[in-house]
């Protein structure tokens, strides 16, 4: 994208994310790369107010609350040749006309994957004492467990399933590493050699919840694998065993998921379901075996300057006719979350 003027940008996403994605320093570092109007915040390509910005934009730097990107809003950015994500996965942003109009991809999704790991590698250190349970517990008696209550807790020797090899599940995998685990990895995109360069011992998804302690899902959310946990593949989960949901709430049957926790059978840690949120009569609200948090294991508060930080890059990059370092293809979003 080099040429003798600097390349023309807009910001479309919901201008709530606008000042934590680029604080003060970081706009002016995008200002001096880009013609931008910081005031400008896009959320209806049809909106006139907006016309003639993206009528002129050679870049779109897009975000959480950014409009589809069908045919229908392509045509309000005929000089369109760049799409900078300050976000995570550009799946529900990206549609059809974008990749077939030859679009150059750029997404942050590398840089939100890091505290999705955190978050994590934090609740599989707390399952693995049952902390959850345990606090309910202390809470309720006001006394500690006797040790025969603690005899199977503990995180020396756990086996934890790691269900997809996606950037969060890669960084994960990179973070369980320091630890006396031993981890199962599921991935059809992946060999035996690269699951153990990753740290991991290559099972099928079957085999990985038959024999993990901790399952962790981190797929994408692809019509193959909608529903991949089901009722037969819930029941294959020992007892008393966890599952971990920070990538997408329908990659589990909840009704059958609800059933298990219900029965007392599983423990469960979900940072997404399916719907989100749930219904206000949802029993996961209430049990004590459920540790249910709002969609909060990707980047919020301060963590999102690191996403701005990423785009801003990825535009000098373009603008000294460099390749994006974080481009992401059609064909990747078979296999990334």
């Given at each position: 994208?080099?040429?003798?003027?600097?390349?023309?940008?807009?910001?479309?996403?919901?201008?709530?994310?606008?000042?934590?994605?680029?604080?003060?320093?970081?706009?002016?570092?995008?200002?001096?790369?880009?013609?931008?109007?910081?005031?400008?915040?896009?959320?209806?390509?049809?909106?006139?107010?907006?016309?003639?910005a993206l009528a002129a934009a050679d870049v779109l730097i897009t975000g959480?609350?950014?409009?589809?990107?069908?045919?229908?809003?392509?045509?309000?950015?005929?000089?369109?040749?760049?799409?900078?994500?300050?976000?995570?996965?550009?799946?529900?942003?990206?549609?059809?006309?974008?990749?077939?109009?030859?679009?150059?991809?750029?997404?942050?999704?590398?840089?939100?994957?890091?505290?999705?790991?955190?978050?994590?590698?934090?609740?599989?250190?707390?399952?693995?004492?049952?902390?959850?349970?345990?606090?309910?517990?202390?809470?309720?008696?006001?006394?500690?467990?006797?040790?025969?209550?603690?005899?199977?807790?503990?995180?020396?020797?756990?086996?934890?399933?790691?269900?997809?090899?996606?950037?969060?599940?890669?960084?994960?995998?990179?973070?369980?590493?320091?630890?006396?685990?031993?981890?199962?990895?599921?991935?059809?995109?992946?060999?035996?050699?690269?699951?153990?360069?990753?740290?991991?011992?290559?099972?099928?998804?079957?085999?990985?919840?038959?024999?993990?302690?901790?399952?962790?899902?981190?797929?994408?959310?692809?019509?193959?694998?909608?529903?991949?946990?089901?009722?037969?593949?819930?029941?294959?989960?020992?007892?008393?065993?966890?599952?971990?949901?920070?990538?997408?709430?329908?990659?589990?049957?909840?009704?059958?998921?609800?059933?298990?926790?219900?029965?007392?059978?599983?423990?469960?840690?979900?940072?997404?379901?399916?719907?989100?949120?749930?219904?206000?009569?949802?029993?996961?609200?209430?049990?004590?075996?459920?540790?249910?948090?709002?969609?909060?294991?990707?980047?919020?508060?301060?963590?999102?300057?690191?996403?701005?930080?990423?785009?801003?890059?990825?535009?000098?990059?373009?603008?000294?006719?460099?390749?994006?370092?974080?481009?992401?293809?059609?064909?990747?979003?078979?296999?990334?979350?």
């Amino acid at each position: 994208m080099p040429s003798a003027q600097p390349p023309r940008a807009v910001f479309a996403m919901d201008p709530v994310h606008l000042p934590l994605l680029f604080p003060a320093p970081l706009l002016a570092r995008l200002r001096q790369t880009a013609e931008i109007d910081p005031a400008l915040v896009v959320r209806d390509f049809a909106d006139p107010a907006a016309a003639s910005a993206l009528a002129a934009a050679d870049v779109l730097i897009t975000g959480w609350g950014c409009p589809h990107l069908d045919g229908d809003a392509l045509g309000a950015v005929p000089r369109l040749r760049a799409v900078l994500h300050a976000a995570g996965s550009v799946r529900p942003l990206a549609g059809e006309a974008l990749w077939e109009r030859g679009v150059t991809v750029s997404s942050a999704v590398a840089a939100n994957a890091v505290p999705v790991a955190e978050y994590t590698l934090a609740m599989i250190l707390l399952a693995g004492k049952d902390a959850f349970t345990h606090r309910e517990r202390y809470r309720r008696t006001h006394s500690g467990p006797a040790p025969a209550e603690t005899a199977a807790l503990g995180n020396a020797g756990r086996r934890i399933g790691v269900v997809g090899a996606s950037r969060v599940g890669r960084r994960l995998l990179e973070l369980l590493r320091p630890h006396d685990f031993e981890v199962l990895l599921h991935d059809p995109y992946v060999d035996a050699a690269e699951a153990a360069e990753l740290g991991a011992r290559l099972s099928s998804l079957e085999d990985l919840l038959r024999h993990s302690d901790i399952v962790s899902l981190h797929a994408p959310d692809i019509p193959e694998t909608h529903h991949m946990l089901d009722r037969a593949r819930l029941a294959l989960v020992r007892d008393g065993g966890v599952l971990i949901n920070t990538a997408r709430g329908a990659l589990v049957d909840h009704a059958a998921l609800t059933d298990e926790l219900v029965s007392g059978r599983l423990h469960a840690v979900l940072d997404v379901t399916d719907p989100e949120p749930l219904p206000a009569d949802s029993p996961l609200y209430r049990l004590p075996n459920v540790f249910l948090t709002p969609h909060i294991a990707g980047s919020l508060g301060n963590e999102l300057e690191r996403l701005g930080r990423v785009v801003v890059e990825e535009l000098e990059r373009l603008a000294s006719g460099l390749p994006p370092a974080h481009e992401v293809r059609h064909a990747d979003l078979a296999r990334v979350a």
